[in-house]
């Protein structure tokens, strides 16, 4: 899975839009007092299943974005963004060919304490190992 | 030649059918959150709780049990839905993760996890 996260990081530095549009991509949470808007990323299910020759690996990437801008315009800005850089994006995973990556399901808003407001939007790839 | 119609019957044979494997399939989910959040945390243990907590990314650990008595299911025999999940405020909160806490899942985690499962109930032979 580290493989696989050091994909997604690769990939999110790759594309200036998003980086300039954040302060940074962060696994797990940002370190307190880190600026808005930011994006965390966490690895929140999967499965390794085998095909008739190969080992196959099905994984969720949980990415929040996190703003406190009082609109939500600078959070879903964001989120048009971070579409646009994963949508089925092709990852480059040492031993392993990414079969697809892509969204799956509505992202869903959190509002926080101290006017945080967190959109979650869930990824499913799949993995094959060379 | 005599047709006779038998659409009715075949679709109500069929929505009763899938109903039950709907049925078996929450409440196996039920079950399955249940055993995910069961277990001792492996994380730190903070001052004045009586167990250790989860490790970020992990099922929460068992505290007080309240979490895993919450766990239930609907069932929606119209829409043919299930809704399995918990009505714990805190709950969310573990599942999802916020700009402090990073996240627990266990509710989508076993989602996924039994989907080859959930295939087979509700595939096997109609009768």
């Known amino acids: ?130 | 030649m005599i047709f006779r119609w038998y659409g009715d019957k075949v679709t109500a044979t069929l929505r009763a059918y899938y109903l039950e494997r709907l049925k078996i399939v929450a409440k196996m989910l039920v079950g399955r959150i249940k055993e995910k959040i069961s277990h001792a945390g492996t994380g730190r243990k903070w001052p004045g709780a009586r167990r250790a907590s989860s490790k970020p990314g992990e099922p929460p650990a068992r505290q007080t049990g309240d979490l895993m008595k919450s766990i239930t299911h609907e069932i929606d025999a119209i829409n043919l839905r299930a809704v399995v999940g918990t009505n714990l405020q805190y709950a969310r909160k573990l599942e999802l993760g916020d700009d402090r806490i990073e996240p627990r899942p266990y509710l989508r985690s076993t989602l996924t996890e039994n989907e080859p499962l959930i295939k087979d109930i509700i595939l096997q032979r109609v009768p």
């Open chain 1, 1 to 130: 899975m580290d493989a696989v996260i050091k994909g997604l990081v690769r990939k999110y530095r790759a594309d200036s839009a998003i980086v300039a549009a954040t302060t940074g991509l962060f696994l797990g949470v940002a370190p307190q007092g880190t600026a808005t808007p930011f994006i965390t990323l966490n690895v929140i299910g999967g499965y390794p299943w085998d095909t008739f020759d190969k080992e196959n690996e099905l994984y969720e990437i949980q990415f929040s974005i996190f703003d406190k801008d009082t609109s939500a315009n600078t959070l879903y800005s964001v989120y048009d963004k971070l579409k646009t850089c994963f949508d089925w994006t092709a990852i480059t995973i040492s031993g392993y060919v990414s079969l697809y990556f892509k969204r799956i399901a509505q992202p869903i808003l959190e509002l926080l304490e101290d006017n945080v407001k967190q959109l979650i939007v869930t990824y499913r790839g799949e993995i094959e190992a060379e």
